[in-house]
C-alpha cells in the first residue's frame, strides 16, 4: 500500500485563498503527511495541478512546486479522499447571507452544512474535524450535531483552527505566523484532536506561538481580529477627514501616536478604505451574533466601522467630483490599482469597485490598470463592460485622461515616470491618491494637482 509511506493523512475541503496556500505550506514543512487538496470546481483543482495557479501569491508557486507529486496532491474526488483521510480541514467559503433571516449580515453557512453532510456519508472511520473557515461563535456545536447524529458508531471530534494569514504575504504568514491557534472541547478526546493539530504545526512554528483554548474562545478570536484591525483603519480614516478640513497631516498625526507603545504604528495608513472577502463580512457576522443575543450597543458600536469606511469610499469620488469643477461627465479617469491591496489579484470587496461604480453613475469613462487583478475586475464590473476599459500597461491606461485615481498600493506605480505620464493627459491633470504612497512634491511640481488621503492637497488652479 503505498499510502502507508505516510505518517498522517490530512486533507482539506475547499482548494481556495486559505486552503491551497495553508496546505501547500503544511505540505513543504511537512514530508512525512500526505496533504490532499479537493474542491467542487474542477477547474481550480486543473489550475492548482498547472503552472498557472488559481491565486496570486508571492512565493506560493515555489512552495507547491517543492511538495506537488511529492506529498501534496489536488483532486475533485471528494468522498474518496474523506475516506482515506484521519485529520479533515475544512476551508470553504462562508460569505454573507444574501437571502432570507438574517440577509446581508450572518453567515452563509451552506456550503460548510454541505461540506458535514458529505463527511459524514463518506466517512468510514473516525475523524477529526478542523474549522479552518472563519465561522460564527458556536458553529462547532452544529457541525457536531451534523456528523455525529448517524448511530455508526464513528467518532467526529470537531476543533477549531482559524487561519490569520493575509493575502499578499500569504506565505510568509504561514510559514512564520505570529500565532496558531487552536481551540477544541475541554473533554479527553477534544485535548487529544487538538494536540494532533498541534503536532503538525510543531513541525515548524516554535511551541510558544501554537496556542491553545476553548472552542468558542477560538471561533470568536478569529472574528475579533478582523474587527480590531478593521476598526484601526476606520479609526484613521476617520481622523483622515478632519486632517484635511485643518490641514493637520495624517501621516503625521498616525506617526506620533503610533510611538506610543500602547497604541503601536501598524494598521494606521490612511486610505480609500479597506476592503477584501473577510473585514467587511467578519463585522456584519459580529453584528448579526451580538444582535442575535441581545447585544444592540455592541452590534452598533461595530456597525460603524463598516459605516467609515463607506463614508471614506464615498468621500473620495465626492472629493473627486468636486475638485474637476463639479462635473466628470465624459472625463477619461485612469484607476491604478483595482486589487483590495498590493501583492494579490483578489477584487473581492475592493474599494476599487464602489469607486469605479460611482465614477461612471456620474458618466465618466474608466480606465483600469493593475498588474494582476484585471481578470478579476472583469467579472466584477460585468454589467457595465461598456463604460470601462482595461489596460495592463500603466502608461497607456492614463494617456488622454484627465485625472490618475490610486487605488491599491502596489509598489510599481511610485516609480513611474510622471513627467511622461503628465505630458500624455489632459491639463488641468489631477492626481488622487486613495494610499499615500506617490511622491506628492514632486507630481506638484511637474504639473499635477495632488490630493491625498487626509493630508494638505497641492493645487496650481
Ligand atoms: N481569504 C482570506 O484572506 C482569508 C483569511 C483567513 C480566513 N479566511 C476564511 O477562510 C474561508 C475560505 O476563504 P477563501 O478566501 O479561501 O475562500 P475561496 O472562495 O477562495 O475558497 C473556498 C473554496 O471552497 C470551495 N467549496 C465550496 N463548497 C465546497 C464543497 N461543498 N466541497 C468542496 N469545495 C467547496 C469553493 O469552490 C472554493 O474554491 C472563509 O471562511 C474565509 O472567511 C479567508
Redesign the pocket.
Known sequence: MPERKFSKQILC????????PTMAVIAAKCPQYKVTI????AD?IGQWQSEKLP?YEPGLLEVVKQARGRNLFFSTE?EKNIEEADIIFV????PTKTFGEGAGKS?DLQ?WE??AR?ILRAAKSDKIIVE????PVRTASAMERIVNSKENGIHFEVVSN??????GT?VADLEKPDRVLIGSRETESGRRARQEIVDIYANWVPRERIITSNIWSSELS?LVANAFLAQRISSINSISALCEKTEADVSEVAYAIGMDSRIGSKFLQASVGFG???FK??ILNLVYIAESYGLQEVADYWQNVIKINDYQENRFVRKMISVMFNTIAGKRIALFGFAFKADTG?T?EAPAITVTRKLVDERARVIITDPQAIPNAKKDLQDILDQVEFEPDPYQAAQGTHAIAVMTEWKLYKTLDYRKIYAGMEKPAFVFDGRNILPHDELYQIGFNVYPIGKPSQSHI
Do not use: M, Q, W
Not at 475541503?13 to 491551497?20: L, Q, R, S
Not at 479537493?38 to 470546481?41: L, Y
Not at 476551508?91 to 462562508?94: G, K, P, R
Not at 482559524?162 to 493575502?167: C, G, S
Open positions: 475541503i475547499g482548494a481556495g485563498y486559505v486552503g491551497g479537493v474542491d467542487i470546481n481550480k491565486i471528494i476551508s470553504v467559503n462562508t453567515a456550503y454541505k461540506t458529505t479552518k473557515s472563519t465561522l482559524p487561519e490569520f494569514l493575509a493575502e500569504a478569529k477584501g472577502s473577510c463580512k467578519d483578489d473581492r
